[in-house]
């Protein structure tokens, strides 16, 4: 996995053309990871609002997360991707429900830190039945998974309660809409809609319907339209977390990934079955031999 972070910006705070704009953002940024002494790779051209860096290691990413504040000051914030995140993320269930009832998230990170795990963050789903942890980097994550001794104030996680989070990132084309791996704006020929409205006349960076639905008056809710499900007025495509079409994707990735994990566990315990049958016969043969 390519080490990235988006750090967004605010275009209105430059001037010049668009080169001189460009230019100026990245010197400005370089400036500053310079200060904190981050150390990058390299930095991408601008976008409309975000510009993405790459780092050599997780260390590096991380030390420009932890400078959040100072980097924001600076006019920058710094993003990490959905599917990086997800890289380093445990996902809990199937647990005592004691364990939430008795714990917070504050709780439980510091239970898991004085236990010398590398914990960023802890999420609590709504449903207080699971739990994320955000680990440092993906190795930890990986290896609080494997370990089958995790326990938190003496109530046990084993293997089965965890796994890694999946990427709910669902690659959509910004022209037409459409969900498909193998298709991108670059080269899209289809009709352009904006992901907003549907309509053809704009593009959704420049509609007029505000990004959070908390904003939006009822006329404005029901002028939605989510081009996937192709449906008015309840969501839009962009809302990747209440898009029928969008999560049910999610739902096979996190299913194929369970087969996968339950056939890999099936397979690691029938070798290990035939390892020790072939031990036993070495041994009888051995105690038969004059």
Known sequence: MAFKLSFRFNRTAYHGTLEEIKQ????????????????VMRFYSPSRDS?????????????????????????????????????????????????????????????LTNENWKVRDVYIMSSKKSFKIEFNSSQEANKFIQDNNTNIGGIRLDCNSKELEIDPTVRQCWSCGTLNPNHNSEECTGPKKCLKCGSRNHQFYNCTLPKNHNDMNHEQ??????????????????????????????Q????????????EEDNSKRDSELIKNNRNIQHRNMACTP
């Open 24 to 39: 100026q953002i990245t010197n400005k940024l370089t400036r500053s990871l310079n200060t904190l002494r981050i150390e």
């Open 51 to 111: 510009i993405k860096v790459l780092f050599s290691d997780e260390k590096d990413v991380n030390k420009a997360l932890d400078k959040f504040d100072e980097l924001k000051r600076d006019g920058f914030e710094p993003r990490i991707s959905m599917a990086m995140k997800a890289d380093r993320t445990a996902y809990c269930f199937g647990f005592d429900p004691t364990l939430l009832s008795t714990y917070t998230n504050d709780n439980i990170k510091e239970i």
């Open 221 to 250: 809710k029901e002028n939605r339209y989510c081009i996937p499900c192709r449906t008015y007025g309840d969501h839009t495509s962009l809302d990747h977390r209440y898009c029928p079409s969008k999560r049910r994707i999610v």
């Open 252 to 263: 096979e990735r996190i299913a194929e990934a369970r087969e996968k994990r339950k056939s």
